[in-house]
């Protein structure tokens, strides 16, 4: 039987040779201006000679005061764009794509005199109160979040995703808990829907027709005044009539701790749940880490790629390495690398 983790997938007009995708993590190696620099192209170059299908970035702050740290890369203006290019271009090279998350980090960003969010409700007793985003605020972030993806498409990167979990600020819009407003933004589901969803339509206007856009999701709050598994379903729905292409699937962290439990696969059901109700292609991420895991989830139908995080952390070369394990010929990105062989024959 053939491997579906080593098979490739297509989405619009972007084909991914294989299902393994290296999931988002900030690194905090960025420097105050939002560029790109050694470290972070190292970094990502070195998974893309591992032989993973797809990087997804780091988050990219759409502007400064959407940063978690001030270390984070930042697509608000056309200079980090540029240098953005290289990497893109390396990652090609090695014939992996990769997606720019974008991301504005809401009531979790450190730089806590700028943090902006739909209520000025603290996170936690350690980062500050944030400023509870005001019309003209809204429609700046609207607005920048499609001019960084205008130069997400500029600096060569094969799709975007949106990062809208993990307690940020889309997601902190979509929770009762972070959101009290009592306009258009806040109060009933459609009202607290409002921002990611013209996000979502303003992003899609200005990227290429073939381009797909990935949303990370969150599919439960687990019972703590955030988002409910229904709440999720609802706004799937609407992601996909407006455009998106899959979804990546989260839960919890609207809140510090983590109430639900972890296991291999832990938010696999929710990619499933939501690949059922909606029929759009899923990601399905956490500690996914052993090529069996990864092949029931994708071969069995519950997801359409598996989004690897710290194992791609612990070993770049996660992907060759396991398809080796497993007997499966891949094309290495450097042809030299095959002749990386074993003791029992001569290097040469
Ligand atoms: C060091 C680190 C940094 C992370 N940074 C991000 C990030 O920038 N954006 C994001 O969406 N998720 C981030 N995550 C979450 C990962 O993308 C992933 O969903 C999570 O680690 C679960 O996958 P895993 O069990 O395979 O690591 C981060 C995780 C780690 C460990």
Redesign the pocket.
Known sequence: MASTVFSPFTLRGMTIKNRIVM?????YRGQDDGMINDFIYAHYAARALGGAGMI????IAIEPRGR?SANDLGLWNDAQAEALKRLTGFVHSCDTRIFA?L?HAGRKSHITETAIAPSAIAYDNTLGTPRAATAEDIASIIANYRSAACRAVEAGFDAV?L?A??GYLLHEFLAPVSNTRDDAYGGSLENRMRLPLEVVEAVRSVIPEDMPLFY?IVASDFGTNGVTPEEALTLAAELKARGVDLI?V?TGNILPGYEGPVYPGY?TPYATRIKAATGLPMGA?????SIDLAEFILSSGQADLV???????RDPFWPIRAAREAGIDVEVPIPTYARATGPFERGF
């Open positions: 999931s988002p993590m900030l690194m997804g970035t780091e988050v978690i998350q991301a995703e990062h979990a993990n990370r990546d989260q938010q991420t956490g500690s996914i880490a989004m690897m995080g710290r194992a791609l952390l």
